[in-house]
């Protein structure tokens, strides 16, 4: 053998190596079982979260002091992460993923029990909090959102106002002329797409379940097809399309700027935006912070009314689980706990509790006077949903889909609405055809 | 300090000329030494290159959604979804608008270093100008120009100063999104194809210019008969890299528009593949084919114009 030939190997063999490592060992599941008695449980944890915001103004180690006042002997520690959901993906091939963390989008739901430590069965857990179905495999709940969220229209009351529009459209066409009025009687930009940023024009996507009012709707995603006349999906894109279409959005989309838009729906320059509850808190910081009056962010519901009402989607924001390797399941349970029903972390996001018996936040006090009626959608099959989108690439969780969309209806793209949603059913209807069951 | 010094240099000079005869554990020595200082580099280049590399390979064999403890084999299956979905391969048309910038990039690094090489007043202030935007981070490049080209932003200041009044959405429209990436990559990547264009340009011995102005040819003579076949292997260099940079273009794309309105170069469908769908199978599939097209062009274009040597004297 020559000096090249051994070379040759020795890089060949260390290149084997990683090779071989492509998968790690499966565990069988554990249970992340409630602490019966607070002052015991020690340990150190580590929450992983996506509210960056929130760990450095320190309001996250406010809580984590709050926390220890009941079990003095947890430490709790926060790592915030930008990019949560590609950093989150590629940590969890390892066993080091934080004791307490967010489920991420792309983990499966049948992998819930390797990834995480479950929290307790479905038919005890349901009784006390909301969307414990979004995270139960095989009758065990594994994980647990801190917030409930509704999708809607964040807009600015006074714009609205100023064009003489005093009720909430109940219609797409209602919703269309209204903003025409704006846009002849005021100086606001009628509606802004938050094209650039991508990820706010996702937020359509939650339009389903708010036009049928339909709890069922993931289930229609699931077996029929979600761009067929008067689905939920083809009626948002529709109304979508048309207000691009009738020139009521912003002059450039594609430099659109999310941080911008805030301030600027505050102070009245931007009059509509289609985001979810969410978003209030942050709209109504931008309104103070330009010294605004907060009180002017309004939100309104999707208009479209099943039998003279208007119909409000719940669903969770992010769980929070456990990690199934975590050494202290103990203290991480009691952090998501604690969490959930003492920290009053969704009364300062002005968010919907995730406990039963709670209150409607006051934000949603003018949907309560008009008789909004709020469903939670089942979400048994939305594990189905899930696979049938990847598989078809459509990806309407993703940005590309909605700025396709805007783009075909400002010109920038050839094709006519039809063929463009005839597509994508088409695409997603082969899809179930192969991801069925 | 200057004491210490001063005795350590006195006690190693007086060894230092003695040629000691090499014994057989010297030359041993001496034939590992050189991979002793190689170690570091290759470990390197293993661990962040190779070793990924023929994972993806591997993975470009399975069904494997980037984060399940489970995958299985599925054969040339992936390859044979790459070969038989042409939407795949349309994003490359995208790759034409930066074929193009690339051949205007290179002229122009061409002209800038050729004039840059001459003695020119304030030269090294116009080759830092030249350089810099190479040194920036791609990220912030994107970012700095997504307010240049907002509606309003410095383009159109810039424009109105001079008196043109556009109303033009540059990131509109297909065709205008594309040449204004397309020109972003030029004013990033000019920098780099300017200092080694330059750099080949002075290592041309300065007599032979002299000689040649004795003969009495001019600066373009000077350019066409000396520095252009000089430079040749340079050049080529430039093209190949040009040619595969077009082919996997994405940071500044994927910052400004994140592939929107027909801005998808064929990386940023790649990283969409694996990380919005998550199908990191079919994705490390597309990517290996990617380096097999790169290879492919760039051995079809050394056997186009073959790397001979050149000898100007």
């Known amino acids: 053998m020559n000096r090249r030939t051994v070379l040759a190997v020795v890089v060949g063999a260390a290149l084997l190596v990683p090779g071989c490592t492509g998968t790690g060992g499966s565990s069988k599941g554990a249970d992340a079982a409630a602490p019966t008695d607070p002052s015991k449980v020690t340990g150190t944890i580590k929450v992983l979260t996506v509210r960056t915001d929130l760990v450095q103004d320190g309001t996250l180690k406010k809580y984590a002091a709050e926390f220890n006042k009941t079990y003095p002997k947890v430490k709790v520690e926060f790592e915030g992460l930008t990019n949560y959901e590609a950093e989150v993906k590629i940590r969890m091939n390892t066993e080091n993923y934080g004791d307490v963390l967010l489920i991420p989008a792309v983990i499966k739901k049948s992998d819930y029990p390797k990834f995480f430590a479950s929290l307790g069965t479905e038919a005890e857990r349901s009784k006390k909090y909301r969307f414990t179905d979004f995270t139960t495999v095989d009758g065990k709940v594994y994980g647990q959102s801190p917030v409930g969220v ?32 704006i846009k002849a009687k005021t100086d606001a930009i009628p509606y802004y797409t938050n094209f650039a940023a991508g990820w706010t024009l996702t937020s359509w996507t939650y339009v389903d379940g708010s036009v049928t009012c339909d709890p069922q709707a993931t289930d229609k995603l699931a077996e029929g097809d979600p761009w067929a006349e008067g689905a939920d999906l083809r009626v948002g894109d529709t109304l979508l399309y048309d207000t691009v279409k009738s020139g009521l959005i912003e002059k450039d989309p594609t430099t659109s700027n999310w941080e911008e838009s805030k301030p600027r ?4 320059e931007i009059a509509t935006q289609w985001l979810g509850t969410w978003a209030i808190v942050q709209f109504q910081d931008a309104a103070k912070k330009a010294g605004v009056n907060p009180d002017d962010i309004g939100f309104m519901p999707f208009p479209a009314q099943v039998d003279g009402k208007f119909c409000a989607v719940i669903g969770p924001d992010y769980n929070q689980a456990v990690n199934v390797h975590s050494p202290h399941k103990a203290a991480a349970r009691a952090w998501i706990d604690w969490f959930t029903d003492k920290s009053g972390y969704d009364k300062d996001n002005l968010a919907i509790s995730p406990l039963k018996d709670a209150p409607l936040p006051d934000v949603l006090k003018p949907y309560e006077d008009a008789g909004v009626k709020f469903i939670e959608l089942d979400d048994s099959k939305g594990a189905q949903v899930k696979t049938i989108d990847n598989q078809s690439e459509t990806g309407i969780y993703a940005p590309e889909y909605r700025q396709n969309l805007v783009d075909l209806a400002r010109g920038a793209r050839k094709g006519s609405l039809d063929d463009f949603l005839g597509d994508l059913s088409k695409r997603w209807t082969d899809a179930q055809k192969t991801a069925g069951s | 300090m200057t004491d210490t010094t001063q ?3 006195a006690e190693v000079i007086p060894a230092a000329p003695v040629p000691a005869p090499a014994s057989r554990g ?29 994972n993806m390979v ?62 020119v007043r304030f030269r090294n202030f116009f080759k830092g100008v030249l350089f810099f935007p190479y040194l920036i981070n791609g990220v912030a490049i994107g970012f700095v120009f997504l307010y240049f080209f907002q509606d309003g932003g410095t383009l159109d200041s810039v424009l109105s100063l001079l008196g043109v009044k556009t109303d033009h959405a540059w990131l509109g429209t297909p065709v205008s999104a594309n040449t204004s990436l397309a020109g972003v990559s030029v004013w990033r990547y000019l920098g780099l194809n300017f200092v080694l264009f330059l750099g080949a340009i002075q290592s041309i011995p300065g007599e032979l210019y002299e000689a040649a102005e004795l003969d009495g040819a001019n600066r373009w003579h000077q350019f066409r008969y000396i520095i252009a076949p000089g430079i040749k292997p ?53 990517a290996i084919v990617l380096l097999l097209i790169i290879l492919l062009v760039t051995w079809v274009q050394r056997r186009l114009v073959p790397d001979d040597k050149v000898d100007l004297v």
């Open chain 2, 234 to 286: 340079v050049l080529t260099l430039a093209v190949i890299l040009s040619i595969s940079g077009s082919l996997s273009v994405f940071e500044i794309p994927y910052i400004m528009t994140g592939g929107a309105t027909g801005t998808e170069t064929f990386v940023i469908q790649t990283v969409n593949l694996a990380f919005r769908f998550n199908k990191t199978g079919l994705a490390s599939a597309a």
């Open chain 1, 150 to 181: 509704s999708p809607g229209f964040v807009y600015n009351k006074r714009v609205w106002k100023e064009a003489g529009v005093t009720e909430w459209p109940t219609t797409p066409a209602e919703f269309l002329a209204d903003l025409k009025a």
């Open chain 2, 58 to 119: 591997a993975y470009s064999f399975t069904d494997w959604d980037g984060v399940s403890p489970e995958l299985h084999y599925t054969g040339a299956e992936n390859y044979r979804e790459v070969f038989t979905r042409p939407d795949l391969f349309e994003v490359f048309w995208v790759s034409g608008y930066y074929l193009a910038a690339s051949a205007v990039q290179t002229v122009l690094a061409l002209y800038f270093a050729t004039v840059l090489s001459f003695n």
């Open chain 2, 26 to 54: 010297t030359r041993a020595w001496r034939g590992v030494t050189p991979w002793l200082f190689l170690i570091a580099p290759l470990a390197l280049l293993v661990v962040f290159t190779y070793a990924p590399i023929v």
């Open chain 1, 265 to 268: 729906t505050a102070k009245g």
């Open chain 2, 7 to 9: 005795k350590a240099a």
